[in-house]
């Protein structure tokens, strides 16, 4: 924090865990009314970054939010709301407010903020929202999906599978990544030019897809679907 003019330049950046993104970094800017001291009443904007991928959270902090300082102007305490203005990846439709609370320590250099609340993820994106997945096998006799991996996030599953190949096929969800693993939907075997279809409700973790018909499956018809 730079303080000129009776104006407080705040620049922040820290390392996290956010509930809905995971591990994260916050990074803030932001200016305050130094002259109204103890109090010193600030906004600004910031950013919230999933280390894991492209979703970032992004913020405005929102009138009324201080920074109240000691007696000697050295440690100050943050209090303050947040309200979300969206953001990127899954967080693009993002909403809420969220409390911040935290302690600036001037003589340390030291910033510790935290953020708690609610965040809406927003239309098309919300947690147990339907998902389709298509797939094909052929047009050669192959014993192959048009694809080796697929990924969603939790909830409502189906898998498509579009047959183009002149040998019958099926596309099934089994409930781990092994050829063992118990079938959990299963769609009907379906000749050239026919559809089948798995639907499961679905959990974060890896899940196998396959082709039920004898032998396709340990010939190579198979993938590995991972929900997020
Ligand atoms: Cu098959």
């Keep these: 924090m730079k303080i000129t003019d009776d104006v407080a330049s705040i620049s922040a950046e820290g390392a996290g865990t956010a509930t809905l993104i995971g591990a994260s970094k916050v990074a803030g800017k932001g200016l305050g009314d130094a002259a109204k001291r103890p109090c010193v009443p600030f906004t600004g904007t910031g950013e919230i970054t999933a280390a894991s991928g492209p979703t970032t959270l992004r913020f405005t902090v929102a009138p009324g939010s201080t920074g109240c300082g000691d007696e000697e102007g050295m440690v100050f305490s943050i209090s303050g709301r947040a309200k979300i203005t969206?953001?990127?990846?899954?967080?693009?439709?993002?909403?809420?407010?969220?409390?911040?609370?935290?302690?600036?320590?001037?003589?340390?250099?030291?910033?510790s903020i935290k953020f708690s609340g609610q965040v809406t993820r927003g239309a098309g994106a919300a947690p147990g929202a339907a998902t389709t997945l298509t797939i094909t096998a052929g047009p050669t006799s192959k014993l192959a999906f048009s694809k080796k991996a697929l990924a969603a996030r939790a909830g409502k599953i189906t898998i498509v599978l579009k047959n183009r190949s002149s040998l019958p096929h099926n596309v099934a969800i089994r409930s781990g990544t092994s050829a063992k693993s118990r079938i959990i939907a299963k769609g009907r075997i379906v000749g050239k030019g026919g559809t089948s279809r798995a639907t499961a409700t679905l959990k974060k973790g890896k899940y196998r897809f396959a082709c039920t018909v004898p032998g396709h499956e340990a010939a190579g018809m198979w993938g590995i679907l991972t929900i997020r």
């Excluded at 407010?97 to 001037?106: E, N, S």
């Design 86 to 111: 969206g953001g990127t990846g899954s967080m693009a439709n993002a909403s809420g407010t969220l409390k911040l609370t935290g302690v600036y320590d001037r003589g340390a250099g030291t910033f």
